[in-house]
């Protein structure tokens, strides 16, 4: 009986084991002999914290020593992708955001930004709708980068910045809370715009994040940087050049932190980033460290980027006007959450039968696209995230596919490890900051 490459571990009728990958567990530890070469393979994952989630490592190991490793995926696949040719394409955002679940406003936003490039509207994206996507990306970057630095620190043994660093994310998760109606999986950025529009207590709650952070990240400084525990497991730990990122397609953090100011906010504009004055952290070594530093230095920039968009927050619609594109519910927060104002209901329900038939057209139907495909590409707080997406004409996508930075930069980890400690691994894997949604969509 033949086993499917796809398949999960499953015993054949012959009694062999196969990995996610299709490679044969048997093949695997055939070549090793434990009794004389002093060589062992063993699993390290999936399991929650070590390997970020459901990853498998397969370790071939000398001592403590990595040999060779070979990286597992697909224990979480969600098939988001296939889900979105049965969805309209506005559906198609509650979809995308649950793939990488600690940056949602971006999976929203790139998707967004690729259908309506498919449409030809990316000038009628109005200046306010554009400005609120700018500030929540950047707001949802730190809160990215917060829970990287508190795992990554617990995983190393600094329990402490876990507290802190989960402290401040529960801040920014209030503001989203407040602006979208949810914590996570927010929906909020649609084709054409966003879903509504940012309330001012929510403005006065980032005003005073604005105020609190930048104090916070000098805690985390004098938490870590000087202590030298941190310092032994970071420096010159899981080292990879410049060289080693650009064959590998590794981009983000990890790829800044090696030297190269690779960031498409500067190299390739989208959302009216190049009209933000922020710079492009960078670290020559390419290491745990230098991936620490760049991170923190990217919050500030990014505190610098949510300033700035706050002060042109400029009143007007948050959604394009063409009213067969645009999203037809008028949507507020109320005490049970997010959905339709009542003014809204009552306009559609007793006084315009057009408003009616047009709400329902556009919730169930949803608008064509016309036939064509396009590639668009952001800057994720994990690198680039791009969206390529097909359109064959219809009122759903034909197929729509991510390119996600978790999934790409994961193949960097062996280079990363073999040669050096098994103990090294949990930091170097640490430092890609892995999302395995996002791998595994």
């Not at 403005?203 to 400084?221: A, G, N, Q, S, T």
């Not at 034909?398 to 930091?427: K, T, W």
Request: proline share 5%; net charge negative; charged share 25%.
């Amino acid at each position: 009986m033949s086993t499917p490459s796809y398949a999960t571990e499953r015993e054949t009728t012959e009694g062999r084991v196969f990995t996610v990958t299709g490679g044969d567990w048997d093949q695997v530890v055939s070549g090793t002999d434990p009794i004389n070469d002093e060589r062992i393979v063993v699993n390290m994952g999936p399991q929650h914290p070590s390997t970020h989630g459901v990853l498998r490592l397969i370790l071939d190991l000398e001592g403590e020593t990595v040999r060779e490793m070979r990286t597992v995926v697909g224990y979480l696949h969600t098939g988001i992708e296939k889900n979105l040719e049965y969805r309209n394409w506005v559906q198609g955002s509650t979809f995308v955001t649950r793939m990488d679940y600690l940056a949602p406003i971006f999976n929203e936003t790139a998707y967004s930004l690729a259908v309506e490039k498919l449409l030809g509207i990316e000038e009628q994206i109005t200046e306010r709708a554009t400005t609120i996507r700018v500030l929540m990306m950047e707001l949802n970057r730190i809160s990215s980068h917060l829970v990287w630095l508190a795992t990554t620190g617990m995983e190393l043994g600094a329990i402490s910045i876990m507290l802190y660093g989960f402290r401040e994310r529960e801040y920014i998760l209030e503001i989203f809370e407040l602006v979208t109606g949810l914590r996570m999986n927010h929906a909020y950025v649609r084709p054409g715009g966003v879903a509504q529009d940012v309330p001012d207590d929510a403005i006065v709650k980032i005003r005073k994040f604005l105020k609190e952070m930048p104090k916070k990240l000098d805690e985390y400084e004098d938490l870590l940087s000087g202590q030298p525990i941190w310092v032994e497991r970071t420096k010159n730990v899981a080292v990879l050049d410049v060289t080693g990122c650009l064959a590998l397609g590794v981009t983000g953090p990890v790829l800044r932190s090696a030297g190269l100011p690779w960031d498409l906010r500067k190299t390739d504009p989208y959302c009216g980033y190049e009209t933000y004055d922020f710079d492009v952290p960078t670290h020559p070594d390419g290491d745990v460290w230098g991936r620490y530093q760049v991170r923190l230095a990217e919050m500030r920039e990014s505190l610098k980027i949510v300033e700035q968009a706050l002060d042109r927050l400029k009143p007007g619609p948050v959604m394009v006007a063409d009213k067969k594109i645009a999203w037809p519910a008028q949507l507020a927060i109320g005490v049970d959450g997010m959905g339709n104002s009542l003014e809204h209901v009552a306009k559609i329900m007793g006084q315009s039968m057009e408003s009616l038939i047009h709400h329902f057209k556009l919730v169930t139907e949803g608008f064509r696209v016309p036939p064509g495909q396009v590639y668009v590409a952001i800057e994720a707080p994990r690198g680039e995230l791009g969206v390529h997406a097909v359109s064959d004409g219809g009122t759903r996508p034909y197929r729509v596919h991510y390119r996600e930075p978790s999934f790409v930069n994961l193949q960097a980890l062996p280079a990363m490890a073999e040669g050096g400690l098994i103990a090294d691994v949990i930091a170097g894997g640490a430092s890609l900051d892995p999302v395995m949604g996002g791998c595994d969509r």
